[in-house]
Nanobody, 127 residues
Framework: VQLQASGGGLVQPGDSLRLSCAASGFASNYYKIGWFRQAPGQERQGVSCVAIGGGSTFLPDTEKGRFTVSWDSAKNTSYLQMNSLRLEDTAVYYC?????????????????????WGKGTLVTVSS
């Protein structure tokens, strides 16, 4: 299993970014992709989830309206669209995968439940 996150960069407050996570090597059509971020000096925290095969997604209420998570089956790629970026969104963003899982649940993803991780992509929001 390989995951490759990309799309980070330096933006100003209020700007948008779309992060991509290209996934490959899965033996099953049922797995979920979690998005996480880690700000400097802080623990990695779950941001979003999309379940491939099951179709469910998760976004915390605090981010609904700003963030959108999706999956493109033709490209085996998950996208995290982030709008109205804030200074506090600055972090390294990671995508991770848990095979044989078709449901995201009703809470933010936990680091411990994901088996495969890609390298992160840095998002810096600065004025």
């Amino acid at each position: 299993v390989q995951l490759q996150a990309s799309g980070g960069g330096l933006v100003q407050p209020g700007d948008s970014l779309r992060l991509s996570c290209a996934a490959s090597g899965f033996a099953s059509n049922y797995y979920k992709i979690g998005w996480f971020r880690q700000a400097p000096g802080q623990e990695r925290q779950g941001v979003s989830c999309v379940a491939i095969g099951g179709g469910s997604t998760f976004l915390p209420d605090t981010e609904k309206g700003r963030f959108t998570v999706s999956w493109d089956s033709a490209k085996n790629t998950s996208y995290l669209q982030m709008n109205s970026l804030r200074l506090e969104d600055t972090a390294v963003y990671y995508c991770a995968a848990r095979p044989f899982s078709y449901y995201c649940g009703t809470s933010a993803p936990f680091v411990e439940e994901y088996d495969y991780w890609g390298k992160g992509t840095l998002v810096t929001v600065s004025s």
